[in-house]
């Protein structure tokens, strides 16, 4: 038997401390990787800009506050929001209040939100956005990226209910056809691109890539992402291809909740081409769950649950070369066989290999007979079920079969969000999935000799982000992400079904060390 390979990534932590020598922030000085920053310039009905203006942005969904004054240009800038709608609120001597509604803020990214105030005395002025950043221009930096909201997230059809499918509506993206099945942005190797969540590294140290990093949440547990593709930021440097930025979601000032069962049959598959059974494989998927947000201290203490269960059963085609029913009889086929050389066991020199035209049988049925200890092996094998398909006919034929592999699941995502003042705002996140997936099909029916790999994931998120002054903000991010992958095989221990325990007993696996490489 195969010995156990264990793949472990170490502990990742990452503790990053924003401004730790503190200095006064600039639209240069933006860290943004788990958050999004409103901009803009205040101005009065002349169009000259107000200097030490008063801007209070608050969340529309949990009446987070943060507060800012506009510079001697007019202009402010508040960073490190946590990703939602806003209202912002401006307030200057000598001017009527002005207020901007449904501004809406995205995963690294900067919104501009400029206003325009009247002299006292007038009527308040207020704005409404359309709450779309989808086709806004970045006008903040070089950036080159694409936001998949939230609306996308549910909306769009998924067939796995994999959030990280919806990367391929960003320009320049493209599927693997690598080992990996990830995705590949502008030519770059899937192994090249850089997956966070919540501004935590999730990325598996020892195979990167793939379709979504060590710990994905599903799609209810995703509040949005930004893939990034060009002209990252400093705070992204860490790879050459594409930037997946994930913010998982948080509860409101309303309580929310779901649960779902989605479930797939293979009453509704078509039958692949190359199945000789006359029938679709094997598939039934059930994926069921359900989720929870909502206050625990109005505009202070939130929390939000997601638990999911995927059990996915799918037949793949695999293929096996099998001795035919006449080679078993030891009767080949000159033409097939013609000018390669064979062993005779009934040959006076046990030794002798000669070419078959030479042996001297008639044409066409040489019986050269079979060891009895071999052929009591070659009869164990099936037989062929796909004539013709052999790569010598009459020699060897093809057996088809539809093997059912196992995939399964459960996840849970959690997160908490606290408002201790209009100063200090505290968020947390954990991601836990545990379950096996089948890596290698038994050899034939029966043989109970497939491999089977458990494993079970962790990612944590810790942010805290403190406003010092109206232009003085600081963030201290702890996180880290581990995951655990033991592949197994072959067989669960079990006795083979049928007569295939023969050829397991007659070929015993001596636990000869094999050496597993990824790079």
């Known amino acids: 038997m195969f010995q156990s390979i264990t793949k472990r990534t170490g502990v990742l932590i990452a503790l990053i401390f924003l401004a730790a020598i503190f200095t006064a922030i600039t639209d ?9 920053t409103i901009k803009g310039t205040v101005t009065d009905s002349a169009g000259a800009v107000v200097a030490g203006a008063n ?34 609120n401006v307030n200057a001597a000598g001017f009527a209040s002005a207020k901007a509604e449904r501004v809406k803020v995205s995963v690294s990214f900067t919104t501009d939100a400029d206003l325009s105030l009247n002299p006292a005395g007038a009527a308040e002025t207020i704005i409404v956005t359309t709450g779309d950043t989808q086709t806004v221009v970045n006008t903040s930096d070089q950036q080159l990226s694409t936001l998949i909201d939230n609306r996308k997230i549910l909306d769009l059809p998924l067939l796995s209910r994999d959030p990280n499918s919806l990367i391929l509506l960003a320009p320049n993206t493209t599927t693997s056809t690598g080992s990996l099945n ?45 893939v990034i593709t060009s002209n990252f930021s400093a705070e992204f440097g860490r790879n050459t291809g594409g930037l997946i930025n994930v913010v998982t979601k948080g509860g409101t000032n309303e309580y929310h909740g779901n649960a779902y069962i989605y479930y797939r049959s293979d009453r509704f598959a078509a ?24 206050p625990i ?9 997601n638990y999911e269960r995927d059990i996915f059963d799918e037949g793949q085609q ?27 066991p009934n040959s006076p020199n046990n030794r002798s290999s000669v070419a078959l035209e030479n042996i001297g049988y008639p044409a066409g049925t040489p019986n050269l007979g079979i060891d009895p200890a071999i052929a009591q092996i070659l009869n164990v094998y099936p037989l062929g079920n796909s004539p013709g398909e052999g790569p010598l006919p009459d020699v060897f034929d093809t057996f088809r079969f539809s093997p059912v592999f196992r995939s399964m699941s459960d996840s849970l995502a959690t997160r908490v969000d606290y408002n201790f003042s209009d100063k200090h705002n505290l968020s947390g996140s954990f991601n836990f999935g545990d379950g096996s997936f089948d890596f290698l099909s038994e050899t034939f029916p ?3 000799d497939g491999g089977r790999a458990p494993f079970r994931s962790y990612l944590l998120a810790l ?23 033991v592949f197994n095989g072959p067989g669960d221990g079990s006795v083979a079904t049928g007569p295939f325990d023969a050829i397991r007993t007659a070929f015993q696996n001596n636990g000869v060390p094999a050496a597993v490489g990824f790079g």
């Open 271 to 294: 039958r692949d081409f190359f199945d000789v059974s006359g029938q679709a494989d094997p598939l039934q998927r059930r994926q069921y769950g359900g989720s929870l947000g909502g």
């Open 318 to 344: 695999e293929t096996r070369t099998v001795p035919s029913a006449l080679a078993r009889q030891g009767i080949f086929d000159t033409g097939a066989l013609f000018g390669r050389l064979v062993f005779d």
């Open 446 to 448: 029966g043989t109970n």
């Open 463 to 485: 942010n805290l982000v403190s406003t010092l002054s109206p232009n003085l903000i600081n963030e201290l991010r702890v996180g880290g992400n581990r995951i655990e992958v």
């Open 28 to 36: 240069s000085a933006l860290a943004q990787s788990a958050s999004g």
């Open 55 to 88: 801007v209070e942005v608050v969340n529309d969904d949990t009446g987070e506050k943060r507060a800012a004054v506009t510079n001697e240009q007019g202009g402010y800038t508040i960073p490190n929001l946590p990703v939602g709608e806003y209202t912002v």
């Open 182 to 226: 990830g995705f590949i942005v502008n030519g770059q190797s899937e192994r090249n691109n850089n997956f966070q969540v919540d501004g935590i590294d999730n990325n598996d140290a020892d195979v990167p890539g793939g379709r979504g990093g060590a710990s994905t949440p599903n799609i209810d547990a995703t509040q949005e992402f930004r």
């Open 297 to 305: 201290l109005k505009d202070k203490l939130f929390f939000f649950a």
